[in-house]
């Protein structure tokens, strides 16, 4: 299902494999990462802000994209008060930055599906329903194996990818589409060479 975006962003040089080789679009990726991607997009606008997260420290590549984006409540953190910039991103969690950050732009997100249907969408934590119900309306996040939606499953560079450079939630189409798509996937390819393929789970509030 993701071999269009894979092969997309490789043949534009958009996005290189984790070697000759190998693409690797089952390994996850971090929640720095994707707030990187749309600081990026957002062509790295200054902030006053220092940071509230005592994990985010202020000489880290990722400090000023996650205080832009708290700045802007297009992500809110853990319960605990960190951000975990290292963490693996789920389902969930992408689907609720996405959608903040598709209002922070004024798109249309008034839109939703129903996610009743998922053997497991009881499991969706009450902060992302609204945006799981969205991504899953416009077709952003669709269900896995069994009927699943995996909510709190880890979001990897395929379904990353695939997201990316789905015209829906930018609101754009035609010759600006491939614009910001190519925009988007070249930062991701910046945040995943920084930061390396590390693994380190942790599940909470977004």
């Known amino acids: 299902w993701y071999y269009e975006a894979v092969q997309y962003a490789y043949e534009k040089g958009m996005m290189s494999g984790v070697s000759d080789t190998a693409f690797a679009p089952g390994d996850s990726t971090t929640r720095g990462m994707i707030v990187t991607v749309l600081h990026r997009l957002e062509k790295q606008p200054e902030t006053a802000a220092t940071g ?16 832009w984006a708290s700045e802007k409540s297009i992500v809110n953190g853990y319960d605990n008060g960190n951000f975990g910039p290292m963490d693996p991103i789920t389902r969930e969690q992408m689907a609720a930055i996405l959608y903040r950050y598709a209002q922070f732009k004024g798109y249309d997100t008034k839109s939703s599906g129903d996610i009743s249907a998922f053997a497991d ?3 969706v934590s009450s902060y992302a329903v609204e945006a799981m119900k969205w991504a899953v309306g416009q077709g952003l996040i669709s269900g896995m194996e069994n009927n699943m939606l995996a909510p709190q499953g880890n979001a990897t560079r395929g379904q990353i990818a695939a997201v990316l450079i789905f015209p829906v939630i930018w609101g754009v189409d035609g010759i600006w589409f491939s614009i910001v798509a190519a925009e988007l996937m070249a930062a991701l390819v910046t945040a995943l060479f920084l930061t390396g393929m590390r693994k380190k789970y942790h599940y909470g509030r977004e």
């Open 52 to 67: 509230k997260f005592p994990d985010v420290a202020a000489n880290q590549w990722y400090a000023s994209p996650v205080a």
């Open 121 to 123: 969408s009881a499991q």
